[in-house]
């Protein structure tokens, strides 16, 4: 059972270069979600997804794309990537409107110098 | 504004000691309040839900109570394994959580 996974747990970045953080569920979730963790601020949503092939904007929106063109892959790029986009990010699923318990991935470790 | 606001945002506690964790709102339209565990290096994990003021949910040491403008995590007789960091969020809009900043619980032997 193995719930949501992100791929990488971990990256460093260059200013400037770009990425595509993974994360894949297998529970057949509808809804997908990004989260952005920093030290004093929460987790804050970032996009998120209510079916295949639908995609919204969260809180903290600008400097991301995301993509979900299959129902239990939601992929989350960054273009340009800046410092002040150094975090932790988290993806998470969660099966019905109404009663979001959502389920989390375990992370991934972001760096940009 | 909606806003969410733990405290406090650590708290340390003997082994036994029972004590309560804050959870306090300002959300309009409020759908649902839930409270996670996140445990270091690891993503947050589910523990409750409370939809109405009145409602209460328990779960081995763990109490979660709802009012109109907050939410109690009390924590009876705590076990170092309860050590970790509790968050609390409310739902709003379509499928939107709203996250406080958390409160790291440390329970000493």
């Known amino acids: 059972n193995a719930g949501v996974t992100q791929t990488p747990k971990f990256r460093v970045l260059k200013t400037g270069q770009s990425m595509t953080l993974l994360c894949a569920q297998d529970?057949?979730?509808?809804?997908m979600y990004w989260y952005r963790q920093d030290p004093g601020m929460g987790l804050r949503l970032i996009h998120y997804s209510v079916g295949e092939g639908t995609t919204a904007k969260g809180e903290v929106p600008d400097g991301y794309n995301v993509s979900r063109l299959k129902k239990q892959n939601f992929l989350l790029g960054l273009e340009s990537a800046a410092p002040s986009q150094t975090s932790v990010y988290f993806c998470?699923?969660?099966?019905?409107?109404?009663?979001?318990?959502?389920?989390f991935g375990q992370g991934t470790r972001l760096t940009v110098v | 504004e909606d806003q969410v606001t733990q405290s406090p945002e650590a708290l340390r506690l003997q082994e036994g000691e029972s004590s309560s964790l804050n959870c306090s709102y300002t959300v309009s339209g409020l759908r649902g309040l839930f409270w996670y565990r996140q445990d270091p290096g690891k993503g947050p994990e589910f523990l409750f839900t409370?939809?109405?003021a009145g409602e209460e949910k328990e779960k081995e040491r763990l109490k979660a109570t709802l009012t109109k403008k907050e939410s109690f995590l009390h924590i009876t007789a705590p076990k170092p394994e309860d050590s970790a960091t509790y968050l609390c969020a409310v739902q709003k809009g379509a499928q939107k959580l709203v996250f406080g900043q958390g409160t790291r619980l440390t329970i000493n032997p």
């Open positions: 998470a699923s969660s099966y019905r409107q109404g009663n979001t318990e959502a389920f």
């Open positions: 409370l939809y109405s």
């Open positions: 529970m057949n979730h509808e809804y």
